[in-house]
């Protein structure tokens, strides 16, 4: 029996922005599961019927040199799936530099992998308060909305800093490709498919779409349709990208109805590990401690250094805390002002480390105290976290509608101690102050 056509195929550079790409399709009626790496044979046998699949990658916390290793062959099987879209999925707030998480480099080595046509690019998505106006990027912070290059987060990222809000500037450090804007006015005004066909007349190696609203996303994803008949499958954004398409499928017949997620009932026990120092993580740190939780500080350094006795009495200290009935946060931060980021940026593969620990830390305490759910916070945190718990698979399992963007995802491991658990895994940005207190006292 032949499996059905895919709609969308994409290649997340972290955990946590490949479930947001998940949950905004599954919103939409699109069969999808996310996987961890290339699936064996097996593994996807496991998940008939399929419109979408993804890689959850870590390529955001990652060099050129890296890219050119492991996006290049990751590209090459994207382009094998046979997808009406590839998608390389990107942050919102497009931070990245030359040397780490290089998204020019990115769309050069898909490019190459998808016939070398040119590429557009679509970042903006009003579900998420990110707005792209004449090529620059506004998002939303508490309530106001700011150019990326004066967000108070973004601007001040510890490790890529967003200093310039013009995309095809900040883009044009990282690669030498032409770059084309196709503005918000030619998409209002119904010039959308003649800006886009002088772009490319033009030779321009990608293209630049604004996202301003709902009638100028509409027209992207108009756009992005007629693109890939065009032979430009392979696509670089946010999950902008998916919120665009969504229309065209609509239209198209090509979705069922929204997905339905019944209601997350409470855990008497939540354990949360987090590796962000975002304000928005400290305020909901901060307000769980006034809810019950067991806030317990830990210094990274141990995991960057590999000192076994302080991890082990961090482990055994939230076990102790669980038995008790307690929830607990491990943290290795409480906001921007207590990061480490300055004294290990000179050692290689430290931030990933701490991602290690944080993610075997979980693990332990999954296993130790039976525990049905689970939260990984901060996006490369979550990277490389979650890949300690031997989860292969994720698929939906409960959308936060007021928090787009940081889902609660099934689980799927041949491990029964993590098969089903259900998990979430919440960006920095990402989550209201309440986050993780209604994680544990249940959703309807």
Not at 412 to 432: C, M, R, T, W, Y
């Amino acid at each position: 029996m032949s499996r059905q056509p895919l709609l969308i195929a994409f290649y997340g550079d972290d955990l946590t922005g490949s479930t947001d790409v998940m949950e905004a399709l599954a919103l939409r009626g699109v069969e999808t599961v996310l996987f961890l790496d290339r699936p064996t044979p097996a593994q996807r046998a496991r998940f008939p019927g399929l419109q979408a699949l993804g890689i959850a990658g870590t390529s955001r916390s990652e060099t050129p040199d890296w890219m050119d290793r492991n996006l290049a062959p990751a590209f090459a099987w994207l382009a094998a799936q046979g997808a009406e879209h590839c998608h390389y999925k990107v942050c919102s707030t497009f931070d990245s530099a030359p040397g780490l998480g290089s998204i020019g480099r990115a769309i050069e080595l898909g490019r190459a992998a998808f016939g070398g046509n040119p590429v557009p690019v679509v970042v903006g998505a009003p579900q998420l308060k990110r707005y792209t106006v004449f090529g620059e990027l506004f998002a939303a912070f508490r309530g106001e909305v700011f150019r990326i290059d004066r967000h108070p987060v973004m601007s001040r990222h510890p490790v890529t800093p967003m200093h310039e809000a013009d995309l095809r500037r900040h883009l044009a450090a990282q690669t030498d490709l032409p770059i084309a804007l196709v503005d918000h006015l030619a998409l209002g005004s119904g010039d959308g498919d003649a800006a886009v066909d002088a772009a490319r007349e033009a030779g321009a190696a990608a293209i630049l779409i604004d996202v301003l609203n709902e009638p100028t996303q509409r027209s992207a994803g108009r756009q992005l349709r007629r693109l890939a008949q065009a032979g430009c499958r392979f696509v670089v954004g946010s999950s902008g990208v998916e919120y665009a398409l969504a229309e065209a499928w609509r239209a198209e017949g090509r979705t069922g109805p929204p997905a339905r997620f019944e209601a997350l009932a409470p855990v008497e026990r939540l354990a949360v590990v987090s590796g962000s120092c975002s304000p928005t993580t400290e305020r909901q740190i901060r307000h769980a401690e006034a809810c019950g939780f067991e806030a317990i500080a830990f210094d990274p350094r141990a995991f960057v250094h590999g000192d076994a006795a302080p991890i082990a009495a961090v482990t055994r200290e939230a076990l102790s805390r669980l038995a008790a009935g307690r929830s607990v946060i491990v943290h290795t931060a409480l906001g921007p002002q207590s990061d480490l980021g300055d004294e290990i940026a000179g050692q290689e593969g430290a931030r990933h480390a701490i991602g290690r620990g944080l993610g075997a830390l979980q693990a332990a305490l999954v296993r130790e105290s039976g525990l049905t759910r689970a939260v990984i916070a901060g996006g490369d945190t979550s990277s490389h976290a979650l890949r300690q718990l031997r989860v292969f698979a994720l698929t939906p399992r409960f959308p936060l509608a007021e928090t787009p963007g940081s889902p609660v995802s099934l689980s799927h491991s041949d491990d029964p101690a993590f098969d089903g658990l259900e998990i979430a895994l919440k960006g920095g940005q990402v989550g209201n102050d309440d986050y993780f207190v209604r994680l544990r006292d249940g959703i309807a």
